[in-house]
């Protein structure tokens, strides 16, 4: 799977959107972005994922550049509860060789500030 | 909507002891993931199962074993346990093998001692 990079932490105010950067330049045409999250301690949550459309859905919106290099993962009006570390992760869709498990990088610690 | 279950939600063990985590999928999912995550690092990738068959492994130590039964459940299995064993360890699933979108349960908690 391909290497992501992610800020490791990002600020935000409460109510504000909270816009979340991925790189992922190596990128395959057969491998998806994926966006999950970790509130301390608990179970990864799923939150979105696309190809090379933008998505949208009760949680947030993805944007993915025309090359498909990067992404942004949009919380549109964040709240305390949505600090947490955001992972991106680029994971492929089907090769045959059966590997698609998700490989967590290190996240980008978002911190949501009253 | 149901989720992964695991069981136990903590455990504590002393040194070369062994330890059993179970992993209960969601309804329908066929395939299962088990991940470790150690304080203060990222979800690291153990195994895999799809329809009852290892699909993949990662970083999971010799001491360790794992199998999918006939259910779809999981047991993770950890014998001869060390320290560096503590840590949570998640179960996931997923509908399909390729590709379908990855659930994760609420992990549990070994303490080794």
């Known amino acids: 799977d391909a290497k992501t990079t992610q800020p490791t932490s990002m600020d935000c105010a409460e109510g504000r959107a909270a816009n979340l950067p991925c790189n992922h330049s190596?990128?395959?045409?057969?491998?998806?972005v994926y966006w999950y999250r970790q509130i301390h301690s608990q179970g990864p949550q799923y939150i979105i994922h696309?190809?090379?459309n933008n998505e949208t859905n009760e949680m947030a919106s993805l944007i993915i550049t025309e090359d498909r290099k990067s992404s942004t993962l949009i919380l549109p009006h964040a709240t305390l509860r949505d600090t947490a570390v955001y992972y991106c992760?680029?994971?492929?869709?089907?090769?045959?060789?059966?590997?698609?498990?998700?490989?967590f990088g290190k996240g980008t610690k978002l911190s949501v500030i009253p | 909507a149901a989720g992964v279950i695991q069981s136990p939600r903590h455990l504590i063990k002393e040194k070369r002891e062994t330890a059993t985590l179970k992993c209960y999928p969601i309804?329908?999912?066929?395939?299962v993931y088990w991940y470790q995550q150690g304080p203060g690092q990222d979800p690291q990738f153990l195994i895999s199962?799809?329809?009852?068959?290892?699909?993949d492994k990662g970083s999971i130590p010799d001491r360790f074993s794992a199998q999918q039964f006939s259910d779809y459940h999981s047991e993770l299995n950890m014998s001869s346990l060390e320290l560096g064993d503590s840590a949570l360890y998640f179960c996931?699933?997923?509908?399909?093998?390729?590709?379908?979108?990855?659930?994760f349960g609420e992990g549990s908690w070994l303490t080794v001692v």
């Open positions: 992760i680029v994971r492929v869709a089907y090769s045959g060789a059966g590997s698609y498990q998700l490989t």
């Open positions: 199962f799809y329809e009852k068959m290892q699909s």
């Open positions: 996931a699933s997923s509908l399909g093998f390729s590709g379908n979108t990855i659930y």
């Open positions: 696309g190809l090379k």
């Open positions: 309804p329908r999912h066929d395939t």
């Open positions: 190596t990128i395959s045409g057969n491998e998806y």
